[in-house]
């Protein structure tokens, strides 16, 4: 009797059972790095727990503790039609198995397996011409984050804010497993491009959260793993257009981070290209949303001291709005002057670069909206120390579309930078940029010769007056060290009274 009712009770599913011990302890790395997801345990598909490379055998995640042989599965030309889809699943449950690459003698008959059944996984793909289940959708993404996501730990000298960040000297850290990761992201690559992949099934499972755990990724030191992540993320923003807001706030969230906390991210360069092509597809007239990503997101990216490691991508970016709406370019121009740098030469050199490039594609209206703010930076360049700086802001005058808008508003933008021209005419230490000066003070004669002389003698009248000044108080301070010399013996105070005319009388 008890027996029967023994017999009847339900019994624990041991699959059911694993798993849940896994999800209660498998947090995945990147969530903890990056703060977004929290502590929320990260449940199937993005999960693996024991996976089994044949129905009736389960293998644990981790390679090296393997306690069952790990063989290589028949090839899809060896079975029938039939069971390919069948043979595609168990390949890619072989292939969560992840090995340790830091021990380049462990485990190298098996990692040889795994890589050629990765590569056999990618011309199935490629070759596919029947539409992927739900199903095979799940074991894709599946075996996709158990080899793709994980924790980086980053060198101890990276961790440091570059002062100057050079492209050439700074050696990248290449990934000991890539020869596995490699063909991962190819295969995902060739799953996102394929028509057989059908976006509205997909998009259970390529989700927000499988976004940001790819977007984590550009974290990753190798930047053969960003170029792979840069074409991913965008076939993704392309074929599920579901994503699309959401990955540009993602994106923008990572700008803000990056900007205005901890200045140290690999991967700005490549999302900001990601951007580019994004915002070439921008239809007009932009959304308001799209100006407001401009200026709060891209740019105060001009802010960070490592801007050379991805200014190119970054002008790309904010020429394309200003061409798209030449309305923005006054926006923009009082941006960059914001973030001019101050101390930094080399960087403003690169912001003299683009600057040539946002006045190109600025119309008349915007330009006299800023033009006084801008000349007088463009004045202060022309008398920098540095001779690059005030060479590269004299060739601003070899733009034919720059001088044209000099030329038509030369009565406001002439009596500002005629002083910086003359000063460097009479006393700049390089030759290159005296010589330089002098064809744009030419320039500028021919412009219109009248206004010339009249600027050219305000700015004599201008500096008697401020040699005056000068007389006047080192004279002011040569009486005060007299008297100062004269009470010294008595140990007197002195007083000093100012008069009415701004000089101090005793």
């Known amino acids: 009797m008890l027996k029967k009712l023994f017999h009847k009770l339900p019994r624990k599913n041991s699959k059911s059972h694993l798993e849940s011990a896994y999800s209660s302890n498998g947090k995945d790395g990147a969530d903890r790095k990056s703060g977004k997801l929290g502590d929320a345990v990260i449940s199937s598909p993005y999960s693996v727990s024991y996976i089994g490379y044949n129905p009736g055998e389960k293998l644990p995640r981790d390679g090296n503790s393997l306690s069952v042989s790990y063989e290589a599965l028949p090839g899809f030309r060896e079975v029938s039609n039939s069971e390919k889809q069948h043979l595609f699943i168990r390949k890619l449950n072989m292939c969560c198995i992840v090995f340790d690459f830091m021990d380049p003698t462990k485990n190298l008959k098996e990692k040889e397996i795994k890589r050629q059944t990765l590569t056999e996984l990618v011309d199935y793909v490629t070759s596919a011409n029947t539409k992927f289940t739900e199903a095979v959708m799940q074991e894709v993404v599946k075996m996709v984050s158990a080899n793709l996501f994980r924790e980086f730990t980053p060198q101890p000298c990276r961790n440091k804010v570059l002062e100057s960040f050079d492209l050439e000297e700074e050696e990248p850290a290449m990934d ?193 909206r800023c033009m006084v703010l801008l000349f007088q930076q463009i004045a202060r360049c022309l008398n920098s120390l540095h001779f690059q700086v005030a060479e590269r802001a004299l060739f ?104 009415l005319s701004g000089q101090r009388e005793k």
């Open 176 to 368: 000991p497993a890539w020869s596995h990761l490699q063909v991962v992201y190819e295969f995902l690559l060739r799953f996102v491009e394929s028509s057989e992949t059908d976006a509205k099934l997909a998009k259970k499972y390529i989700d927000p959260l499988f976004v940001l755990k790819l977007l984590d990724l550009f974290q990753s030191e190798d930047p053969r793993e960003r170029e792979y992540l840069k074409s991913v993320l965008h076939r993704v923003y392309g074929k599920f257009m579901v994503h699309r807001p959401f990955i540009r706030k993602s994106i923008n969230n990572i700008f803000h981070l990056f900007v205005f906390e901890t200045e140290k991210h690999n991967g700005i360069a490549e999302l900001l290209e990601i951007l580019g092509s994004i915002i070439n597809g921008f239809a007009l007239p932009l959304k308001e949303e799209h100006k407001i990503f401009l200026v709060r997101s891209l740019i105060p990216l001009h802010k960070p001291k490592c801007l050379a490691a991805y200014h190119q991508q970054l002008s790309y970016s904010i020429i394309q709005f200003v061409e798209k709406d030449c309305k923005l370019a006054d926006i923009v121009i009082r941006g960059l002057l914001k973030y001019w740098p101050i101390t930094n030469s080399s960087k403003e050199i690169l912001f003299l670069n683009e600057l040539e490039e946002v006045l190109e594609a600025t119309q008349q209206p915007e330009f006299q």
């Open 396 to 499: 601003l005058w070899n733009n034919d579309h720059i001088e044209n808008l000099i030329k038509q508003n030369r009565k406001i933008i002439l009596p500002i930078i005629l002083p910086a021209v003359e000063r460097n005419a009479r006393n700049h230490w390089n030759q290159a940029v005296h010589s330089l000066t002098l064809n744009i003070r030419k320039i500028l004669f021919d412009l219109d010769p009248e206004l010339y002389k009249e600027c050219l003698s305000k700015f004599q009248d201008d500096e008697s007056k401020e040699s005056e000044k000068k007389a006047r108080r080192e004279a002011t301070w040569k009486r005060m060290e007299e008297i100062a010399a004269n009470k010294v013996a008595s140990n007197e105070p002195v007083l000093v009274r100012v008069g």
